[in-house]
């Protein structure tokens, strides 16, 4: 059996050990969920009062604290499953909380980037965190009309590893780019493929009409 296996079944015990530990607390889902914003929010604030060009320690210190948010989006789901408080209301929930989320965190590094006086990359984050909310926006708007849009590669979690990854790195303007151009590409990716899926849907009306 190889290390990443171990490492992998480590994680899930260890996991399971969590979720189940909330479950005895009878905490309601949508407080992880919301605990998960505040944690993001945090971050954001590191990112966002980090030393102008001496960022690495404090960046450093968000990607850790995203990390931490990430258990809380990640459990908050299993609690309701194990706890059975499974809701409609929990998932939109989850999905508004999750697009604060991702606003909060690239909000911190427009401050960082103002403050440092580095127009470009704010122009670039700035067109970053309209690319997070219009991947979310055009899933969500697809599937209100096709039933399911799951293409495109930039989804919420690569987006977030990629921000851990450029904070405990130091390597957040690459980052950036990568996240700008994969998503966008995602975003026109799900215009073209629900435009031929709603096309056939449309067809197939006509013919039964």
């Known amino acids: ?57 404090m960046f450093r210190y968000a990607g850790l604290v995203i990390i931490g948010a990430g258990v809380f989006d990640m459990v ?54 309209v690319t997070s909310v219009m991947v979310s926006y055009t899933r ?8 399911s849009c799951k293409v495109g590669f930039m989804e919420r979690p690569e987006r977030i590893v990629l921000v851990i990854l450029g904070a405990l790195l130091n390597r957040m303007a690459p980052v950036l780019w990568v996240i700008a151009v994969l998503g966008n590409l995602t975003v026109v990716h799900r215009i073209i493929y629900t435009y031929r899926k709603s096309g056939e849907k449309d067809a197939m009306g006509g013919s039964a009409a």
Not at 10 to 37: D, E, Q, R
Not at 48 to 53: H, I, K, L, R
Not at 76 to 96: E, I, L, Q
């Open 1 to 57: 059996m190889s290390w990443t296996s171990n490492f992998g079944k480590a994680c899930a015990v260890l996991l399971y050990k969590i979720v189940h530990g909330l479950s005895l607390t009878s905490i309601s889902p949508n407080v992880l969920t919301f605990l998960g914003l505040v944690i993001n929010i945090i971050a954001a604030l590191l990112f966002g009062y980090a030393e102008v060009g001496n960022q690495a320690a």
């Open 140 to 147: 969500a708007r697809a599937e209100s009309l096709i039933g």
């Open 76 to 129: 908050d789901g299993r609690v309701a499953r194990a706890t059975g408080k499974v809701t409609s209301f929990g998932g939109f929930f989850d999905s508004v909380i999750d697009r604060y989320s991702d606003v909060a965190l690239y909000f911190g590094l427009l401050v960082y980037y103002a403050r440092a006086n580095r127009f470009f990359y704010l122009v670039l984050t700035a067109v970053v965190m």
